[in-house]
């Protein structure tokens, strides 16, 4: 330590010390598994994947250990100043719930390899050395353009603030730095180690809305349209979100929302909401998401707006279920965007591998749970990309006096940390229908019994992919355009990632090619 560093200092110093080694652990896994893949070309795909998985899971065990680390630290050596802030009882209660949390986590992570390199065996070996190489190469890509400075941090700025509270002599901007630390700790502690805002309290989907149709769970909702705003000369738009997360990432704060956006352009806007899933839902399902879902929801809004027709904008999985109504009502759709819309498995890559039918066990999860837990989609985000959790941590100790960004960073995270559970038979459907059995893309998909063939789509399109998306990489989603019959299509690779692309500022051009294709008229 050296002489003008205090122990709190120290701590977070060496804590990011070790988390840049946890990425270089990772990168030489990697390494040397791609090095011994090149060395034994012939050897078994099924073993190769297996050692990788447990050496991942190390990998996992020693991060998840490390956070909870720094939780534990601040919660038993500094409980003065969270006490000043939360009576005893409180903090007892955060400090067994730390502890609980994490060891809940570390099980989940422990478990989850193991279910899957069982599975492997039964896999094409040539198909699955293919999808253990493109696996590698992505991490590879990913790892080398981490350098170690991005694993640095300057941890003056909070350690001097801290220490002026402590003192009683802290200015505006170091009380606002300790203030967004404490709560932000005391936030993980009480909901988890990948939690940053409080879902409770972080304000997100403020543009006004009315609930205007319900049919069983689902809900339709219309947006006020903005007061002065002249209105668009076309169709309702109907967004059809995706099922994994909260559709609010759309509306996410004044100045940061798409549908405020929309609303600007003159458009009527709708959205459907697939309500709450039940504990052990068995009975919902991916027909009923269609028909009566969007079905009844069109025919609410044509009834409302008198329009005969509407438009549809599609988010990842919402743009499969867009797609599916449309391909069954052609006559009903006005136009349609599909943002970063999975038609297909990936041909390679992280995601590709281990949502192969061999490795991701859909009918086992669902056969047990009843429906796909939410928090087991986020978990598995986590454990594919961890190096990204490292620099989530960074970037919100660097950013803890910016105010701006601490605006928009909690929000994010609420969003990115209030899961969906999603209904078995919708999960499982969906699944083999695009990833395993690929009949969304060969027009095979039957809804209630008719047939969802894309080919009947014969609507304007307009289809956007992100080129840095991991979750549904370009290859999965670029080829729409060819398997509808519409005259009109465009596809647009996006500069970004899966999420970014629909709050990043510099994305605003990309919203407005969105709203004036939307707003446009069939001659």
């Given amino acids: 330590m050296s002489e003008t560093e205090n122990p709190f200092e120290q701590f977070m110093r060496q804590w990011f010390e070790r988390a840049s080694d946890f990425t270089a652990s990772v ?177 997100v989907g403020q543009t006004p809305r009315e609930l205007v149709f319900r049919k069983g ?52 806007v709708y959205l459907v909401e697939w309500g709450q899933t039940e504990p052990g839902d068995r009975t919902t399902s991916l027909d009923s998401y269609i028909e009566p879902g969007i079905s009844s929801c069109v025919d609410a809004i044509c009834k409302m707006s008198g329009a005969e027709k509407v438009s549809l904008f ?21 136009r349609i965007v599909a943002l970063t819309t999975p038609l297909t498995a990936a041909e390679g890559g992280v995601v590709a591998l281990w949502t192969d039918k061999y490795i991701f066990p859909v ?12 928090k087991l989609i986020r978990y598995t985000f986590m454990a594919l990309k961890p190096y990204y959790e490292v620099l989530k941590w960074k970037m919100f100790m660097q950013n803890l006096g910016n105010e701006q960004v601490m605006a928009l960073f909690g929000p994010i995270d609420r969003w990115a940390n209030e899961n969906v559970d999603i209904p078995g038979e919708v999960f499982r459907k969906f699944v083999h229908e695009v990833f395993h059995a690929d009949r969304f893309r060969k027009g095979q998909t039957r809804i209630n019994g008719k047939s969802a063939d894309l080919g009947a789509i014969s609507c304007p399109l307009l289809n956007l992919a992100a080129t840095r998306d991991w979750i549904v990489p370009l290859d999965s989603c670029k080829n729409l355009g060819d398997l509808v019959s519409s005259e009109e299509k465009l596809f647009i690779p996006i500069e970004g990632t899966h999420v970014s692309i629909m709050i990043d500022p510099r994305s605003r051009p990309l919203w407005n090619t969105i709203s004036e294709f939307l707003a446009a008229r069939k001659n």
């Fill in 27 to 203: 990168q030489e896994l990697v390494n040397s598994t791609s090095q011994a893949a090149k060395e034994s070309p012939g050897a078994d795909p099924a073993s190769a994947f297996s050692d990788f998985a447990r050496g991942w899971n190390r990998a996992l065990s020693d991060l998840t250990i490390l956070q909870n680390q720094v939780l534990q630290h601040w919660l038993a050596d500094l409980p003065a100043v969270g006490q000043e802030r939360l009576d005893a009882q409180t903090f007892g209660q955060l400090n067994r719930l730390a502890t609980s949390n994490w060891e809940e986590e570390l099980r989940r992570f422990s478990e989850k390899p193991s279910e899957m390199i069982a599975r492997v065996k039964g896999a094409d070996p040539d198909r699955m050395a293919h999808l253990v190489e493109s696996m590698l190469a992505e991490y590879v890509s990913d790892l080398q353009a981490l350098k170690p400075e991005d694993f640095e941090i300057d941890t003056k700025p909070l350690a001097e603030a801290w220490g002026k509270v402590l003192k009683s002599s802290a200015d505006e901007e170091a009380s606002r730095i300790v203030k967004h630390f404490i709560e932000t700790m005391t936030v993980k502690a009480k909901y988890g180690g990948e939690y940053y805002a409080d879902p409770n309290t972080t304000p």
């Fill in 363 to 374: 009918d086992d999860i669902v056969d047990s749970f009843g429906h796909m837990p939410a």
């Fill in 314 to 334: 599609g988010h990842c999985i919402g743009g499969n279920l867009a797609l599916m109504y449309a391909a069954l009502y052609p006559e009903r759709v006005d």
């Fill in 217 to 268: 769970k689902i809900e339709l909702y219309k947006y006020r349209p903005q007061p002065e705003t002249k209105q668009a000369n076309a169709a309702p738009v109907l967004i059809v979100y995706s099922l994994i997360n909260k559709p609010y990432i759309l509306d996410l704060i004044p100045g940061y929302s798409f549908i405020e956006h929309l609303l600007s352009a003159g458009l009527d």
